[in-house]
């Protein structure tokens, strides 16, 4: 059980675009959800903390504009890189919360801005 | 703001050999927890310890929660390389956190044959 998703797992773009990645949680609901980012060899980066139904907290120095976060439904959230640029490539995991501080993570999407 | 201090970083030793990692506060948590990362994918949770003085096995992997619940450690028996991967402790402290795990900075873990 408690299985989650991302999609998609690698993805490269243009300077300039728009990126959407999916996490979903499949066999449970999550009341709450978060976006991580995470450099080589280092740990995780919380980025914003998602509850469904109302705005995403972000995480000091991320930029809310920059990182756009839906979370539509208890199995869903997205996390949309606006404008990507080199900078923003990275590793991003997803991972969703059932309640009591468990935390299932994603399998992460590796993002690449040319 | 809450920091969970992960050491070592880097430990690279061979296969059969015994291994600790630890992971320090000066605070309180409700529970912490061990993930194990291997490149290119998402952390797997090993285990949970909520109290005191815990201890856990997992196969040749003991985990044990401080009794002050401020501290962990995370010991491997007899070393194998697929034992190899990033480990991660994270706290949480429950409350108004609404969920949100405090991360160590991470132990890369290398065994080799």
């Known amino acids: 059980g408690a299985v989650v998703s991302q999609h998609p797992s690698w993805v490269i773009c243009k300077s300039g675009t728009s990126v959407k990645i999916e996490c979903r949680s499949l066999?449970?609901?999550?009341?709450?959800m978060f976006w991580y980012r995470q450099f080589p060899k280092q740990s995780l980066m919380l980025m914003a903390t998602s509850n469904e139904g109302s705005k995403a907290t972000y995480e000091q120095g991320v930029e809310k504009d920059k990182f756009l976060i839906n979370h539509a439904s208890l199995t869903l959230s997205t996390l949309t890189v606006t404008s990507a640029h080199p900078e923003d490539s990275s590793f991003y995991i997803c991972?969703?919360?059932?309640?009591?501080?468990?935390?299932?993570f994603g399998p992460g999407t590796r993002l690449l801005v040319l | 703001t809450q920091l969970l201090e992960q050491s070592p970083q880097f430990l690279s030793i061979q296969e059969g050999e015994n291994l600790t990692v630890y992971c320090n506060s000066s605070?309180?948590?409700?529970?912490l927890q061990w993930y194990r990362q291997e490149p290119g994918e998402g952390p797997v949770l090993l285990v949970t310890?909520?109290?005191?003085?815990e201890v856990k096995k997992l196969k040749r992997l003991t985990f044990q929660f401080g009794d002050a619940r401020k501290d962990s450690s995370l010991h491997i028996t007899a070393a194998q390389p697929g034992d190899t991967g990033l480990y991660l402790c994270a706290g949480f402290s429950g409350g108004t956190s609404y969920g949100k795990l405090t991360f160590g900075q991470g132990t890369i873990l290398t065994v080799h044959p």
């Open positions: 310890v909520v109290t005191g003085g």
């Open positions: 066999d449970f609901q999550a009341t709450t």
């Open positions: 605070s309180v948590f409700s529970s």
């Open positions: 991972s969703a919360s059932p309640g009591a501080g468990t935390q299932y």
